[in-house]
């Protein structure tokens, strides 16, 4: 069984601006290990399409990008 102490301890930011921008810069601020991100992307012929913002977000951010559609 799990203790609270096996878990580390995380943060939520909302942050006002610029969506990109604002997602791109933040984690440098803060000293955050990764950026979790939702999208209303879609998947058509095997192929994942992202939305705009999620996309920019992934080629342009310096830490790991975890891009999640919270409707699946």
Same mark, same amino acid.
């Given at each position: 069984?799990?203790?609270?102490?096996?878990?580390?301890?995380?943060?939520?930011?909302?942050?006002? %601006?610029? @969506?990109?921008?604002?997602?791109?810069?933040?984690?440098?601020?803060?000293? /955050?290990?990764?950026?979790?991100?939702? +999208?209303?992307?879609?998947?058509?012929? %095997?192929? @994942?399409?992202?939305?705009?913002?999620?996309?920019?977000?992934?080629?342009? /951010?310096?830490?790991?990008?975890?891009? +999640?559609?919270?409707?699946?």
């Amino acid at each position: 069984m799990n203790s609270s102490s096996d878990f580390q301890k995380f943060n939520i930011n909302v942050v006002i %601006g610029d @969506v990109v921008q604002s997602i791109i810069h933040f984690p440098g601020s803060k000293n /955050a290990d990764m950026i979790i991100m939702g +999208t209303h992307g879609k998947q058509t012929q %095997g192929k @994942v399409l992202l939305g705009s913002n999620a996309e920019q977000v992934l080629r342009a /951010a310096n830490c790991p990008v975890l891009v +999640t559609n919270p409707y699946r």
